[in-house]
């Protein structure tokens, strides 16, 4: 099979064993399944989904590393089990990835105690399902009186190549739940986030509207024998902006602010709100199935979604935990997985997304830290790649990104692309751009059929760094402004991923320096907005020092390597007078008696395209220049303001005379036209008063008679 670049490749496996003639109900209704590919580092990510329309029930798992010369298969699988009660089982799926023999330990933690069970043996490349109710009942014990628990499963041989994934399902109701096994090499500090998670009724633009009613549940369990202490914090949108393709929406307050009095731990941010519930207690070895909807009461519900963040008193990696939102009713189940606040991996995201008549896709960004964030985004389809440029994130804000909804509103992104209207199938590529804590997760829901999927496929533990490309105002060569007027320039950094190389598009936010090379004719500010000062030309420089990063192909901390990145760009800036003057008559000859002589001139005042102004004042300011004879006595220049009409017409015409002693004489008479203080043209009158001519006109420096109809050259 072939994939193309940035591309998804969906298998059907049902089909597939069809193909092979053999009985999916039979030997094969459970297996693995692996992928080799021929490619660079983390070329590839995968998820594997299960689902059962007719009833309901979905199920997923992400597919892990494990390549020869590395692997992300853990030494030992730590999971939970939860709301078994009522006739429902918890079953895992435990998997041996490797061509020989492995066995296992496996241990059921439940009131404050750790109970072995029997070791389990597995063939080579077996998969074996593990049931929580028969090996409680080994125990002598029953789900109603341990319907929350652990599961831990610890191999014996030193290479690892078991792999382990749980659900729970009721088939009667609908109910299914995904139990997922962490990776404790990546639980590097100690505390958890869950992303876009409904709660209570949702807000009727939520994703999840019209659904039903939703209780969160947050399961945490203890992995250590010692107790520990927990504590929850919901995180909602507190304002406008909650789905936004940019970044922070700025007016987000005025909802949260006002809420700090009803609850002590309720506190309004400016994008986000939080509650904190009072921390609890989490024994040894035990489990807490704790469902929020005491706290419906606490928050300023509707809320279209929230974020859960789970905070634990022992070492990193020593409590695991699961979030899932129930609906009251239809007992649909919305799967939040977590991510490790120190999980770098968490960080970025290469998903899958589907829209059809009753499908939506929706990424859920959060930032965890306490420092803004820019997202690296972009969206393939049919070949085409769509790029978010200016998407930042606000300490602890949760971002909804509606693929719907960016589909449909065909805004082209800098490069003019758009998403194509009918596209129904696609990916979408996410990476944190700071060494902030980022989690995120594409959640596709079908909302009739009730089932709701998760991809969080991760692609890489560093964030983007630049490489020094630099797009100014789209690769143009020069831009237009005129003459009192600003304009905003565009500018895009290039950006790589550390791990694969992929490239991606931002808006650099910090080592940007412009500059002009003629602050005389245009300026440029600190945000690159270009001012005309006066008419001609001057050259706009960008200059961007921003982090590199290259990634040593390892995890954890260290693996992240920065250095600083250079690049710069430049285009010219010309700036255009905004009116033009029309000749409605320029004079060649004069109308003299004895030794005074008189010119009268009428003009036309126009916009740059050609449309007639009308001014209040035009202002005319003359002067005259005698190289030979002598001017007779008195002050025959002046500066006139003038009216102009509806068609943009000076009312009356500007009379010049002018008288020379003897009767003969040479001079220069020059007309400075100005509007709305911008000079917007100058007329030069050469003379020899004796023939009653004017010998030659200079307009704006070019010897023409009459002066042309054109826009003024700066």
């Given at each position: 099979?072939?994939?193309?670049?940035?591309?998804?490749?969906?298998?059907?496996?049902?089909?597939?064993?069809?193909?092979?003639?053999?009985?999916?109900?039979?030997?094969?209704?459970?297996?693995?399944?692996?992928?080799?590919?021929?490619?660079?580092?983390?070329?590839?990510?995968?998820?594997?989904?299960?689902?059962?329309?007719?009833?309901?029930?979905?199920?997923?798992?992400?597919?892990?590393?494990?390549?020869?010369?590395?692997?992300?298969?853990?030494?030992?699988?730590?999971?939970?089990?939860?709301?078994?009660?009522?006739?429902?089982?918890?079953?895992?799926?435990?998997?041996?990835?490797?061509?020989?023999?492995?066995?296992?330990?496996?241990?059921?933690?439940?009131?404050?105690?750790?109970?072995?069970?029997?070791?389990?043996?597995?063939?080579?490349?077996?998969?074996?399902?593990?049931?929580?109710?028969?090996?409680?009942?080994?125990?002598?014990?029953?789900?109603?009186?341990?319907?929350?628990?652990?599961?831990?499963?610890?191999?014996?041989?030193?290479?690892?190549?078991?792999?382990?994934?749980?659900?729970?399902?009721?088939?009667?109701?609908?109910?299914?739940?995904?139990?997922?096994?962490?990776?404790?090499?990546?639980?590097?500090?100690?505390?958890?986030?869950?992303?876009?998670?409904?709660?209570?009724?949702?807000?009727?633009?939520s994703l999840f509207a019209g659904?039903?009613?939703?209780?969160?549940?947050?399961?945490?369990?203890?992995?250590?024998?010692?107790?520990?202490?927990?504590?929850?914090?919901?995180?909602?949108?507190?304002?406008?902006?909650?789905?936004?393709?940019?970044?922070?929406?700025?007016?987000?307050?005025?909802?949260?602010?006002?809420?700090?009095?009803?609850?002590?731990?309720?506190?309004?941010?400016?994008?986000?709100?939080?509650?904190?519930?009072?921390?609890?207690?989490?024994?040894?070895?035990?489990?807490?199935?704790?469902?929020?909807?005491?706290?419906?009461?606490?928050?300023?519900?509707?809320?279209?979604?929230?974020?859960?963040?789970?905070?634990?008193?022992?070492?990193?990696?020593?409590?695991?935990?699961?979030?899932s939102s129930v609906e009251l009713?239809?007992?649909?189940?919305?799967?939040?997985?977590?991510?490790?606040?120190?999980?770098?991996?968490?960080?970025?995201?290469?998903?899958?997304?589907?829209?059809?008549?009753?499908?939506?896709?929706?990424?859920?960004?959060?930032?965890?830290?306490?420092?803004?964030?820019?997202?690296?985004?972009?969206?393939?389809?049919?070949?085409?790649?769509?790029?978010?440029?200016?998407?930042?994130?606000?300490?602890?804000?949760?971002?909804?990104?509606?693929?719907?909804?960016?589909?449909?509103?065909?805004?082209?992104?800098?490069?003019?692309?758009?998403?194509?209207?009918?596209?129904?199938?696609?990916?979408?590529?996410?990476?944190?751009?700071?060494?902030?804590?980022?989690?995120?997760?594409?959640?596709?829901?079908?909302?009739?059929?009730?089932?709701a999927s998760n991809y969080d496929?991760?692609?890489?533990?560093?964030?983007?760094?630049?490489?020094?490309?630099?797009?100014?105002?789209?690769?143009?060569?020069?831009?237009?402004?005129?003459?009192?007027?600003?304009?905003?320039?565009?500018?895009?950094?290039?950006?790589?991923?550390?791990?694969?190389?992929?490239?991606?598009?931002?808006?650099?936010?910090?080592?940007?320096?412009?500059?002009?090379?003629?602050?005389?004719?245009?300026?440029?500010?600190?945000?690159?907005?270009?001012?005309?000062?006066?008419?001609?030309?001057?050259?706009?420089?960008?200059?961007?020092?921003?982090?590199?990063?290259?990634?040593?192909?390892?995890?954890?901390?260290?693996?992240?390597?920065?250095?600083?990145?250079?690049?710069?760009?430049?285009?010219?800036?010309?700036?255009?007078?905004?009116?033009?003057?029309?000749?409605?008559?320029?004079?060649?000859?004069?109308?003299?008696?004895?030794?005074?002589?008189?010119?009268?001139?009428?003009?036309?005042?126009?916009?740059?395209?050609?449309?007639?102004?009308?001014?209040?004042?035009?202002?005319?300011?003359?002067?005259?220049?005698?190289?030979?004879?002598?001017?007779?006595?008195?002050?025959?220049?002046?500066?006139?303001?003038?009216?102009?009409?509806?068609?943009?017409?000076?009312?009356?015409?500007?009379?010049?005379?002018?008288?020379?002693?003897?009767?003969?004489?040479?001079?220069?008479?020059?007309?400075?036209?100005?509007?709305?203080?911008?000079?917007?043209?100058?007329?030069?009158?050469?003379?020899?008063?004796?023939?009653?001519?004017?010998?030659?006109?200079?307009?704006?420096?070019?010897?023409?008679?009459?002066?042309?109809?054109?826009?003024?050259?700066?």
């Amino acid at each position: 099979m072939t994939i193309a670049s940035q591309a998804k490749l969906a298998i059907d496996i049902a089909g597939q064993l069809k193909s092979l003639n053999v009985d999916s109900g039979g030997d094969f209704s459970e297996g693995s399944v692996s992928v080799n590919f021929v490619g660079t580092v983390m070329p590839l990510v995968g998820q594997m989904t299960m689902t059962n329309p007719a009833l309901g029930l979905i199920h997923e798992t992400v597919m892990v590393e494990n390549d020869p010369g590395h692997t992300d298969i853990p030494q030992e699988l730590d999971g939970l089990w939860w709301n078994i009660s009522g006739g429902r089982d918890a079953k895992v799926m435990v998997t041996n990835t490797s061509a020989f023999p492995a066995s296992a330990d496996v241990f059921l933690d439940f009131d404050g105690e750790r109970h072995p069970s029997d070791y389990v043996l597995f063939k080579p490349y077996e998969t074996r399902t593990l049931s929580v109710t028969q090996l409680l009942g080994e125990l002598k014990m029953s789900p109603a009186n341990v319907p929350e628990g652990g599961i831990t499963i610890i191999q014996r041989e030193l290479k690892r190549t078991l792999i382990a994934q749980g659900k729970v399902l009721d088939p009667v109701t609908g109910f299914s739940t995904t139990l997922n096994f962490p990776d404790p090499e990546v639980q590097l500090a100690s505390a958890l986030h869950a992303s876009g998670v409904p709660i209570g009724k949702p807000t009727p633009d939520s994703l999840f509207a019209g659904i039903g009613t939703f209780v969160p549940h947050v399961v945490v369990r203890n992995l250590t024998g010692s107790p520990q202490v927990a504590t929850i914090t919901i995180e909602y949108p507190s304002g406008m902006g909650w789905d936004s393709t940019t970044g922070p929406y700025s007016a987000g307050a005025q909802a949260g602010t006002s809420l700090t009095g009803q609850n002590e731990n309720l506190k309004g941010g400016v994008t986000t709100g939080h509650f904190t519930l009072p921390p609890f207690s989490v024994g040894p070895y035990s489990t807490v199935d704790l469902p929020l909807g005491a706290a419906l009461n606490q928050l300023p519900t509707p809320l279209p979604f929230c974020s859960i963040r789970i905070q634990y008193s022992g070492r990193p990696g020593s409590a695991i935990a699961e979030v899932s939102s129930v609906e009251l009713k239809s007992d649909m189940v919305i799967d939040a997985p977590l991510a490790n606040e120190g999980n770098g991996w968490a960080g970025s995201g290469a998903n899958p997304w589907h829209l059809d008549k009753d499908t939506e896709s929706i990424l859920f960004l959060t930032d965890e830290g306490d420092q803004p964030v820019r997202i690296a985004f972009s969206v393939t389809t049919a070949g085409l790649h769509y790029y978010l440029t200016d998407l930042k994130l606000a300490p602890h804000e949760t971002r909804a990104i509606n693929m719907r909804k960016l589909r449909d509103a065909q805004q082209a992104d800098f490069r003019g692309t758009l998403i194509p209207a009918d596209a129904t199938d696609g990916g979408v590529t996410w990476q944190r751009a700071e060494d902030v804590p980022v989690a995120g997760r594409l959640l596709v829901i079908k909302r009739h059929s009730g089932m709701a999927s998760n991809y969080d496929c991760n692609i890489c533990t560093c964030p983007v760094g630049f490489n020094g490309g630099i797009n100014l105002q789209n690769g143009a060569s020069s831009v237009s402004v005129l003459d009192g007027s600003s304009m905003g320039l565009t500018l895009q950094g290039s950006y790589t991923n550390p791990c694969n190389g992929t490239e991606s598009w931002m808006t650099p936010q910090s080592g940007v320096t412009w500059s002009s090379g003629t602050p005389s004719v245009a300026t440029v500010n600190s945000s690159g907005t270009v001012s005309g000062v006066s008419g001609g030309s001057s050259t706009i420089s960008v200059h961007v020092s921003e982090q590199g990063c290259y990634w040593n192909g390892q995890g954890g901390s260290g693996s992240c390597h920065y250095f600083t990145a250079q690049g710069g760009a430049g285009l010219s800036a010309n700036v255009q007078i905004p009116y033009q003057l029309n000749a409605v008559n320029t004079p060649t000859t004069t109308v003299c008696s004895g030794n005074s002589c008189q010119l009268a001139i009428k003009y036309q005042v126009l916009d740059v395209n050609g449309v007639a102004v009308q001014v209040a004042g035009m202002t005319i300011a003359e002067s005259t220049n005698f190289t030979s004879g002598s001017q007779c006595t008195g002050n025959f220049n002046d500066a006139k303001t003038w009216l102009t009409d509806s068609t943009g017409t000076m009312t009356t015409p500007d009379y010049w005379w002018w008288c020379c002693t003897n009767g003969s004489c040479t001079f220069t008479f020059t007309q400075t036209f100005s509007v709305n203080g911008h000079t917007i043209y100058v007329i030069r009158y050469n003379g020899f008063s004796g023939t009653h001519n004017i010998t030659t006109i200079q307009c704006n420096g070019s010897n023409v008679s009459p002066c042309p109809v054109v826009t003024p050259t700066p």
